[in-house]
Nanobody, 126 residues
Framework: QVQLVESGGGLVQAGGSLRLSCTAS????????MAWFRQPPGKEHEFVAG???????RYVDSVKGRFTISRDNNQKTVYLQMNNLRPEDTAIYFC????????????????????WGQGTQVTVSS
């Protein structure tokens, strides 16, 4: 049984920081590209950041320079360090896993991801 369990969300003031974690079980973690998506209130899911199984990373423009994605294959965990948070970062944040080959590009498309966590709420007050 595959599980992705997120943690670390919460309420923070604008300019503050949060660190999200997502721990996987039931998969060979090192063979998966991992990503964070988010769903703001009343909006569709959007790609935030991804880290390929080859450790390459990709970010949506709105978070570049503020968010950092990283992974620990031994702990089967992916992290999202979020600094200088803004009210527009308010959303439910979801962790996702995509079983990929080393040469495949890092997908930013929701439907390419095989497994999803339950989400964690991030609220940024102004």
């Amino acid at each position: 049984q595959v599980q992705l369990v997120e943690s670390g969300g919460g309420l923070v003031q604008a300019g503050g920081s949060l660190r999200l974690s997502c721990t996987a079980s039931g998969i060979t973690f090192s063979r998966y590209t991992m990503a964070w998506f988010r769903q703001p209130p009343g909006k569709e899911h959007e790609f935030v950041a991804g880290i390929h199984r080859n450790s390459g990373t990709r970010y949506v423009d709105s978070v570049k320079g503020r968010f950092t994605i990283s992974r620990d294959n031994n702990q089967k965990t992916v992290y999202l360090q979020m600094n200088n948070l803004r009210p527009e970062d308010t959303a439910i944040y979801f962790c996702a896993a995509d079983h990929t080959i080393l040469t495949a590009p890092l997908s930013q498309t929701q439907r390419d991801y095989d497994y999803w966590g339950q989400g964690t709420q991030v609220t940024v007050s102004s």
